[in-house]
C-alpha cells in the first residue's frame, strides 16, 4: 500500500499519522504540502491528520478544504483511493463535501481529552476489517469541535446504508446518534473524530488503532 | 466599497456557545434574556464599483467560504 499524509499549516498529527503508516506497511510515507497541486502518482490511501490547521480560523478544516492540493484529493477520492480523515481531517472532510454534516463546538463547551471506548459497526469496510463487528475498542479523543451534526435525512441516510463506522460508547462531545465516525457512500472515505494512530504502538498504552492499519495494508 | 457579512448559525442548530453567554449574563444580573445566539461579523473592503456586481461576489464568497451553509446562514450589507 502506497500511502501520503498531507501536510497543512497547523497539522501537527501529522508525524503521527506518518509513523503508523510507515510502521503498517513497512515503507516510507511521504508528507504533501498543501501547497501543491499534485499528489504523489500511484497512492493507495490518503491521510488527512488532525491539528488546528489554519488555527482553526472561520471554521474548523475550513481553509484546509479550500486548499491548493484539495482538487487533487477529491479527484483521487472520486477514482476510488482510500481516504482517512482523522480529527482535523475528519473537519476537512466535511468542510470539503466529501462526506456530509459538519463538526461543531463539543456540546458541554470543553476540550475533551481521552481514551474512549467506540463501537466498530461493521467490519465490512477496507478499514474496519481487522475488527470484529461490535467489537468495542479504546481509542483517544483530543478535540474542541467534534460534534457531529446532520439533519434528520442525513442521519436517517447514514445509518440506512450502513455509514456509521463507529459509535462513542459514552457520548463525550454530543454527536449525533453517537456517531464518532462516517464513511463515504462506497466506504472508501473514513473521517472519524478519534486518534487511531495513537493507539497503534505498544508504548502508547494500546493496540487498538493497529488493526485498522494492517486492515489497510491487507485491503490496498 | 465595503461589504458586511453577518454569519450566523442556522435556526435548527443548536448552540451551546450562545446558552454559556446566555447564562454569563444571567449571572451578572441581567434578566429578561429569553436566548442568546452568537455569530460572526466578516467586513470585507472591496476595489468593485457596482453594488450589484460586489453583491454577486460576496455571495459566492459565502457560498464557497465563508459561510458553511450546512450548519450556517448568512447576509449581506454593501455600503457604498
Redesign the interface.
Known amino acids: 500500500m502506497k500511502a501520503a499524509v498531507i501536510v497543512f499549516p497547523g497539522s501537527n498529527c501529522d508525524r503521527d499519522m506518518q509513523v503508523a503508516l510507515e510502521a503498517a506497511t513497512g515503507k516510507p510515507v511521504p508528507m504533501v504540502w498543501h501547497g501543491d497541486t499534485e499528489l504523489p502518482s500511484g497512492l493507495d490511501l490518503i491521510a488527512l491528520p488532525g491539528g488546528f490547521s489554519y488555527g482553526d480560523y472561520?471554521?474548523c478544516g475550513?481553509?484546509s478544504a479550500?486548499a491548493k492540493i484539495m482538487p487533487a484529493v477529491v479527484e483521487a477520492a472520486n477514482k476510488g483511493v482510500a481516504v482517512l480523515g482523522v480529527c482535523n481531517g475528519f473537519q476537512v472532510l466535511?468542510?470539503a463535501g466529501l462526506l456530509?454534516?459538519?463538526l461543531?463546538?463539543?456540546?458541554?463547551?470543553k476540550f475533551v481529552c481521552r481514551n474512549v471506548d467506540l463501537k466498530v459497526e461493521d467490519n465490512a469496510s477496507p478499514f474496519t476489517s481487522g475488527y470484529k463487528a461490535g467489537q468495542v475498542i479504546n481509542i483517544p479523543v483530543a478535540h474542541h469541535d467534534g460534534n457531529y451534526?446532520?439533519?434528520d435525512t442525513t442521519l436517517d441516510q447514514l445509518e440506512g446504508d450502513g455509514l456509521v463506522a463507529f459509535r462513542y460508547v459514552d457520548n463525550p462531545n454530543?454527536s449525533a446518534r453517537n456517531i464518532a465516525g462516517i464513511y463515504s457512500p462506497n466506504k472508501r472515505v473514513l473521517g472519524m473524530m478519534p486518534h487511531p494512530e495513537r493507539m497503534a504502538d505498544p508504548m502508547l498504552g494500546g493496540l487498538d488503532g493497529k488493526p485498522m492499519f494492517d486492515a489497510l495494508v491487507e485491503a490496498l | 466599497m465595503k461589504a458586511r457579512v453577518h454569519v450566523m448559525l442556522k435556526r435548527a442548530v443548536l448552540d451551546p456557545q450562545g446558552k454559556a453567554i446566555e447564562h454569563a449574563l444571567a449571572g451578572l444580573g441581567f434578566d429578561g434574556v429569553q436566548q442568546v445566539r452568537q455569530g460572526k461579523v466578516i467586513d470585507l473592503e472591496l476595489t468593485d464599483t457596482d453594488t450589484d456586481a460586489a453583491k454577486a461576489r460576496v455571495t459566492d464568497m459565502c457560498e464557497k467560504l465563508l459561510a458553511n451553509t450546512v450548519i450556517e446562514s448568512y447576509d449581506i450589507e454593501i455600503e457604498d
Not at chain 1, 461543531?104 to 463547551?109: D, S
Open positions: 472561520l471554521r475550513a481553509m479550500r466535511t468542510e456530509p454534516g459538519a461543531m463546538r463539543n456540546a458541554a463547551l451534526v446532520a439533519d454530543g
